[in-house]
């Protein structure tokens, strides 16, 4: 059965996508298995994200042994490390998710038998998010400027036709 399922480096907090997800699969019979199935990612409001084959690589499992399975949820091509702050709001534009999710491994294998597992997560895509906090404020500031603007150009008006 599954053995242990999770985020790669056990984390549970990531910035962007790619997420790698890991599982171990150990065979306890005196038969080789293939397992089949998939890993639903849910976001937070309940609704399926994504649906993954959790066993793309079709690789089999030998008896008395375990096998350690990697399936990559989004663009798998991830930026460098040295990538640049807006190479990075670029990045996480494209591949947006943001909030709480939930990662469902359900796998059948043999003639009949199942296992089930379940991860959790947080993606925060903060490089994105500061960009549009920090756009928000400019427009606010520049609003609150031009209504002022317009608030003493009508008193202004007013005063001229008073006259």
Same mark, same amino acid.
């Given at each position: 059965?599954?053995?242990?399922?999770?985020?790669?480096?056990?984390?549970?907090?990531? #910035?962007? /996508? $790619?997420?790698?997800?890991?599982?171990?699969?150990?065979? *306890?019979?005196?038969? @080789?298995?293939?397992?089949? !199935?998939?890993?639903?990612?849910?976001?937070?409001?309940?609704?399926?994200?994504?649906?993954?084959?959790?066993?793309?690589?079709?690789?089999?499992?030998?008896?008395?042994?375990?096998?350690?399975?990697?399936?990559?949820?989004?663009?798998? #091509?991830? /930026? $460098?490390?040295?990538?640049?702050?807006?190479?990075?709001? *670029?990045?996480?534009? @494209?591949?947006?998710?943001? !909030?709480?999710?939930?990662?469902?491994?359900?796998?059948?294998?043999?003639?009949?038998?199942?296992?089930?597992?379940?991860?959790?997560?947080?993606?925060?895509?903060?490089?994105?998010?500061?960009?549009?906090?920090?756009?928000?404020?400019?427009?606010?500031?520049?609003?609150?400027?031009?209504?002022?603007?317009?608030?003493?150009?009508?008193?202004?008006?007013?005063?001229?036709?008073?006259?």
């Amino acid at each position: 059965g599954v053995l242990s399922f999770g985020l790669k480096d056990d984390v549970h907090f990531v #910035t962007k /996508l $790619p997420v790698t997800f890991l599982y171990r699969f150990q065979n *306890g019979g005196n038969d @080789r298995i293939n397992p089949t !199935g998939e890993i639903s990612v849910i976001n937070s409001f309940g609704f399926e994200t994504d649906r993954l084959n959790a066993n793309p690589s079709v690789g089999n499992i030998l008896p008395g042994s375990t096998r350690r399975f990697e399936v990559i949820w989004g663009d798998d #091509t991830p /930026l $460098p490390p040295s990538a640049s702050f807006f190479a990075n709001v *670029g990045y996480e534009a @494209r591949n947006f998710a943001f !909030g709480f999710y939930k990662a469902k491994l359900n796998l059948s294998f043999g003639s009949s038998s199942t296992a089930n597992s379940a991860a959790y997560f947080f993606v925060f895509p903060w490089h994105l998010f500061v960009v549009v906090m920090a756009s928000l404020l400019v427009l606010f500031f520049v609003l609150r400027s031009l209504l002022k603007r317009y608030n003493r150009w009508i008193i202004k008006q007013a005063q001229i036709h008073a006259q």
